[in-house]
């Protein structure tokens, strides 16, 4: 076939939608339980949403968006992480004057300009929740919490949760300061993007995944040695807070988010299991992202977790996803009365709530039941000629064969 679909993106097919569907379901309650109510964001936003000012220096923003020019002329990108459109929303609509917090969650295509591997893809998918308006650590523990309980809901036991804190603008500069004169001496063996760093966000060098960079910041100085007395309390708080509802968890000084605009908490779940690509997912807090965006001087917390990377963990784990569903019944007819009496069923059971089925290529009786045992159909009805007159039916499970007579108001109970 000539035209295949674009590198980087996949389709998800009757054989896996009914995983996809079972995990937006899990994903939907849970949400609702935890008091976030769900918002949807268009697929494409103006450029300026994620470029924004003085700019954006994580490779997110800087090499791996879809922009192009619409016919209008306008500067379109198509969203690369959701939570700059959920604050975008919540400004346009005014949410900030509703009683805060406000709490959101999203489920999303997003899209990236990288390099496809397993677990990396150009077009993915993500779960995601937004708290607005509290700078309190109790609601970074409950973003936590709610992304801890869902994915040991989803069965993936063997993930770690690693937090840290980057700071504010307060104390973020004088590690930055340190860090940079730590590094200055070995900027020579630093890779290239990493020079480009330097200068305007030396701490995702301590995030680069090249062996000379990795190499070049062994003991460098660390963010959690260097906060300022309000983020060193929030963090402690937010462990207290943690150990208060019993999940473990990593200090890790080396979580580095991939968005500029995250302040104090960051975190991650990790997973050695799926290879390379073991973030399922990673969050954290960014006090100034609403005023930037144009909103009010207001706090936020939240997360975004790969639906790929939790399905190729589930997967892994064997999870009982409850299967493909297939027909409750099969009707199978002989004869050209049958076939209009079983249609007029058909259409009845259906409108019952019934997965009910019959062949739309009108083959023969043995190539329909051959039909329905491929579907997987539980029971199967023969309807002919005397069916059609007697109205009364032979209900026949397809697993044991046993076969049992009922009439036809009888028949959706009996299903
Ligand atoms: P990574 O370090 O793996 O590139 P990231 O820090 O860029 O991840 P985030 O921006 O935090 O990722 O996005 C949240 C989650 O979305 C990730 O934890 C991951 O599960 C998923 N994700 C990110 N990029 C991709 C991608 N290209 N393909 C599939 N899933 C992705
Ligand atoms: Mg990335």
Redesign the pocket.
């Known amino acids: 076939m000539a035209i295949k679909a674009p590198k980087g993106t996949k389709d998800i097919l009757p054989a896996d939608s009914y995983k996809w569907q079972y995990i937006e379901s899990e994903w939907a309650r849970i949400c609702s339980e935890y008091g976030f109510k769900e918002m949807r964001t268009p697929t494409f936003e103006a450029t300026e949403l994620f470029k924004r000012g003085v700019g954006d220096t994580t490779d ?1 923003v800087q090499k791996e968006m879809y922009t192009f020019d619409d016919l209008g002329g306008r500067s379109i990108t198509l969203k690369p ?1 959701g939570t700059a459109s959920a604050v975008r929303a919540f400004i346009e609509s005014n949410q900030y004057a509703e009683t805060q917090p406000t709490k959101y969650y999203y489920n999303t295509s ?1 899209f ?1 300009y ?1 390099k496809p591997q397993a ?4 077009e ?1 998918h ?1 779960f995601g929740i937004e708290n607005f308006g509290t700078s309190s650590m109790i609601a970074d523990a409950e973003v936590i919490a709610l992304g801890n309980d869902f994915l040991h809901r989803m069965g993936i036991n063997d993930i770690e949760l690693h937090i840290s804190s980057v700071g504010c603008r307060k104390c973020r500069p004088l590690h930055r300061q340190a860090l940079q004169e730590f590094l200055r001496p070995k900027f020579d063996c630093l890779c290239d993007t990493c020079k480009s760093r330097f200068d305007k966000n030396p701490m995702r060098i301590l995030d680069c995944k090249s062996p000379e960079d990795k190499e070049a910041v062994k003991g460098a100085p660390m963010m959690l040695d260097y906060l300022c007395e309000d983020c060193r309390r929030d963090f402690d708080q937010l462990r207290s807070h943690l150990d208060a509802m019993g999940i473990s968890y990593t200090v890790d000084p080396t979580i580095v ?3 500029d605009y995250y302040t104090k908490t960051a975190f ?1 779940f990790i997973t050695t299991k799926i290879g390379a ?1 073991g ?5 954290g807090r960014y006090d100034h992202l609403i005023e930037e965006i144009g909103g009010p001087d207001m706090p936020g917390v939240g ?4 639906k ?3 399905l190729m963990m589930m997967e892994l784990n064997g999870h009982d996803f409850g299967g493909v569903q297939t027909p409750q019944v099969f009707i199978a007819w002989i004869g050209d009365n049958a076939r209009e009496y079983s249609l007029g069923l058909l259409h009845e059971l259906r409108s019952k709530g019934v997965r009910a089925e019959m062949d739309t290529r009108e083959r023969n009786f043995k190539g329909q039941m051959k039909y329905a045992n491929k579907l997987g159909a539980h029971y199967t009805v023969v309807i002919g000629d005397d069916e059609v007159e007697s109205g009364q039916l032979t209900l026949k499970n397809m697993a044991n064969s046993e076969q049992v007579k009922v009439s036809r108001e009888e028949l959706t109970d009996a299903i």
Do not use: A, K, S, Y
């Not at 677990?119 to 150009?122: A, F, P, T, W, Y």
């Not at 997360?303 to 790969?306: E, I, K, N, S, V």
């Open positions: 997110i992480e997003c990236r990288e677990g990396r893809l150009r993915f993500q988010r991939g968005l991650e690509q973030t399922v997912c990673g969050g997360f975004g977790l790969g790929e990377r939790l």
